[in-house]
């Protein structure tokens, strides 16, 4: 009878809501055919053995990706369990939510998500739901800072210069990702100021209601402080912005469009889509749109609300530059469209009771990688495929030499780098040799060298499935591993191809 119910109730749903059962249904589909199975309770992993740096989303997808395969890890987090599993997510606002549509942030394929905006708590639950999954909650270290890892004799890794308590390690996969502790930048006479000042990463529990608001900063953070802002009833919300960037509507079709440039970067069409964005959705707002800087040029801004609260009155959005902190709020120099930063303009206070510094976060440092991966010319992000260092393909950066660009965080590019690592590893023949990847990389610029910012400054998800497509193509080892990097399916049919060629190996040296 209950199975009856459910059936019906499902049925329902379905009726009621068709686009969300056919979501639900497509991530359900998706978790069947590409999920690596979880290993069992007492099911032994072996090598190629990898540490993974970060336990933030990018590390605990990477982990479970490889544990999913056969292969073992142990993942060493800086911060505690509470502060450290999940990464960012774990140290956000709970009123904290996903801008572009979860579609494009399946960043494992076990991932089901029960909405299109999931909030801070959903993605933490998420992310701590596979983290759980695969088993790696006996393979996480928390409150451990890495500090080095060097290779001993063997070439095996070395975490901490500590083989007694970790072992060795045949890959490192640095996911320290992007964002770290919160970043407040220094404001002239700011101890002038009567009110509060919080980070933008530090509202919960903050009272706004009926006071005036006064966000510095206009990157993604200032939006989320300026939502929170309005959610609490603030009387007056102004958002300091010294630049301009550009906004995209929070939508999965237009996202996903331009994310498709696979020239990665500005190119002559560009101002279509730029022309498209400024007369169907900033209308009468494009005064605040970008002047002089392209859309394929810097992370944008995915946000559809915005302009609605700008034009109901509830917000204002003004450039220019801080010239002082006052005690009933902040010394604004004005700068019309197209002004650079610091350039004329006209003074006048803006009023504020309370300063919200939606400054973003210092970037987590690769400082413990050996000194040997920063080379002149071939430093992060100039690396091959962006996240390996021509001097040791048996590190992988994921996430975390990331600039700019339009794409995604899905679980399609952060498995396909794992199972790269792990073919490198595996399969001998099919590692870049690093002249070979320098190569690559001067290739790359030189394809890129009109692009407005550096070659790897800036890319899209599609310039990203082409890097793929072609390194997979120029070395013919690499065919037989195709689906398994793309795809994460077949892997026992090239790995027994590659134990055959180590028997040949092996024979012909000893008949040498």
């Known amino acids: 009878m209950a199975l009856i119910d459910r059936a019906r109730s499902l049925l329902v749903f379905a009726v009621k809501n068709p686009l969300a059962f056919l979501y639900i249904l497509l991530q359900e589909i998706l978790a069947f055919v590409f999920s690596p199975a979880p290993p069992p309770p007492t099911g032994h992993l072996h090598r190629p053995r990898i540490a993974v740096i970060g336990g933030g989303l990018t590390g605990v997808s990477s982990a479970a990706h490889c544990v999913g395969h056969g292969f073992d890890v142990e993942i060493f987090e800086a ?16 009123t904290s939510a996903l801008q572009i549509h979860s579609i494009m942030f399946r960043f494992h394929p076990s991932v089901k998500w029960e909405s299109a905006y999931p909030s801070q708590e959903q993605i933490k639950k998420q992310i701590v739901s596979v ?3 695969y088993g790696l909650d006996k393979k996480t270290t928390f409150d451990t800072p890495v500090h080095s890892v060097k290779k001993d004799s063997f070439g095996k890794w070395i975490i901490n210069n500590n083989t007694a308590e970790y072992g060795t390690f045949d890959g490192i996969i640095a996911a320290v990702g992007s964002c770290g502790d919160p970043k407040m930048v220094s404001l002239p006479n700011h101890a002038n100021f009567k009110g509060p000042t919080f980070h933008s990463s530090d509202l919960d529990g903050k009272q706004v209601k009926g006071k005036k608001v006064l966000v510095i900063g206009g990157g993604a953070s200032a939006i989320e402080a300026l939502e929170y802002a309005v959610k609490c009833e603030a009387a007056e919300i102004d958002v300091l912005s010294r630049s301009d960037k550009w906004i995209i509507p929070r939508n999965v079709f237009v996202d996903a469009i331009l994310s498709m440039n696979i020239f990665g970067g500005e190119t002559s069409f560009s101002w279509i889509p730029e022309w498209l964005l400024r007369k169907f959705f900033y209308r009468d707002l494009d005064d605040i749109s970008p002047s002089g800087k392209g859309l394929y040029t810097d992370t944008p801004m995915v946000n559809s609300e915005l302009f609605d609260q700008i034009r109901a009155g509830k917000a204002r959005w003004l450039r220019g530059d801080i010239v002082s902190v006052e005690e009933n709020g902040i010394l604004f120099n004005h700068r019309a469209k197209g002004v650079p930063k610091g350039g004329p303009g006209h003074e006048s206070q803006v009023q504020g009771d309370v300063i919200i510094m939606a400054t973003g976060f210092k970037r987590p440092s690769l400082s413990f990688l050996p000194d040997t991966v920063f080379e002149d010319r071939y430093g992060p992000p100039n690396w091959y495929l962006q996240v390996f260092p021509p001097q040791d393909p048996s590190i992988c950066a994921t996430n975390s030499t990331y600039l700019n660009a339009i794409g995604t965080v899905g679980n399609y590019h952060i498995g396909i780098y794992t199972r790269l690592l792990l073919m490198f ?12 990847m320098k190569l690559w990389i001067e290739f790359t610029r030189f394809v890129k060298q009109f692009a407005p910012t550096g070659a790897f400054d800036f890319f899209t998800y599609a310039e990203l499935i082409y890097w793929y497509c072609f390194v997979s193509i120029v070395n013919p080892f690499r065919w037989k591993w195709v689906p398994f990097i793309f795809f994460g399916m077949f892997r026992g049919l ?8 180590d028997r040949l190996r092996d024979s012909n040296g000893k008949a040498k």
């Open 79 to 94: 911060r505690p369990k509470a502060k450290g599993l999940g990464g960012i997510w774990s140290r956000v606002n709970s």
């Open 131 to 133: 983290w759980e999954k």
């Open 425 to 436: 590893l595996v399969d001998p023949l099919t590692r870049p040799q690093e002249p070979l």
């Open 494 to 501: 090239p790995a027994t191809v590659v134990e055959q060629e």
